[in-house]
């Protein structure tokens, strides 16, 4: 079982909005980062910290958070965003100071299809 | 250009051991944290182990904890992990990561990953 829950499998229309979101009592503490994974491919880090994309990566993605829950959003979906989307983030348990965490968890994995 | 080459898999019988390595080029190495991450075949990601970039935090998932090693070489450029007691479980791709800090935090670039397969 993953420390992180994501809904195994989400579906959008090509050019409309959907978010996948990610559950845990760690994201009280740290923001996600999210991770695009094609098949046969090595993933891609998509976004870190509040809401920050390395160069490179589409504005259409984008991060929040609120509670223990972190959401990607994608905005205006295209057809080449099918893939399986990873959260993860770090996690402080039994560490009384953040740069001490030696434990980083992922979620399961969400399957996005493109309709 | 960042790069992450990894090597060292292959097919082993369980109770026995594989040393991965991964060999970095194209920043500034002891910058940066390190890990490894696996993903057996189907499945999703698994953080293995990652150490800080002075070696002073060192972590391991709790399916490896005491039979794996991760360790760093700023000189050299490379970080490794020792697998030692292998159980079919183990039986994964093996990525190596670059962290985007020089604490564990997250995953900035991954290398192409190599197969670990733990069979009689």
């Known amino acids: 079982s993953s420390d992180l829950t994501q809904d195994p499998a989400v579906s959008v229309a090509l050019g409309q909005t959907v978010k996948i979101t990610c559950q845990g009592d760690s994201l009280r503490s740290f923001y996600a980062s999210w991770y695009q994974q094609r098949p046969g491919q090595a993933p891609i880090l998509l976004i870190y910290g509040e809401n920050n994309r390395p160069s490179g990566v589409p504005d259409r993605f984008s991060g929040s958070r609120s509670g223990n829950t972190a959401s990607l959003t994608i905005t205006g979906a295209q057809a080449e965003d099918e893939a399986d989307y990873y959260c993860n983030s770090r996690d402080n348990s039994g560490h009384s100071r953040d740069s001490t965490v030696n434990r980083l968890v992922f979620g399961g994995g969400t399957k996005l299809t493109v309709l | 250009e960042v790069q992450l080459v990894e090597s060292g898999g292959g097919l082993v019988q369980p109770g026995t051991s594989l040393r991965l390595s991964c060999a970095a080029s194209?920043?500034?190495?002891?910058?940066?944290?390190m890990h490894w991450v696996r993903q057996r075949p189907g499945k999703g990601l698994e953080w293995v182990s990652g150490?800080?970039?002075?070696?002073?935090?060192?972590g391991y998932a709790d399916s490896v904890k005491g039979r794996f090693t991760i360790s760093r070489d700023n000189a050299k450029n490379h970080v490794q992990l020792q697998m030692d007691g292998l159980r079919p479980e183990d039986s994964a791709f093996y990525f190596c990561?670059?962290?985007?800090?020089?604490?564990?935090?997250?995953?900035?670039?991954w290398g192409q990953g190599q197969m670990v397969t733990v069979s009689s």
């Open positions: 990561a670059k962290d985007r800090n020089y604490i564990l935090d997250a995953f900035e670039i």
């Open positions: 194209g920043f500034t190495f002891d910058d940066y944290a």
């Open positions: 150490i800080s970039w002075n070696s002073a935090i060192i």
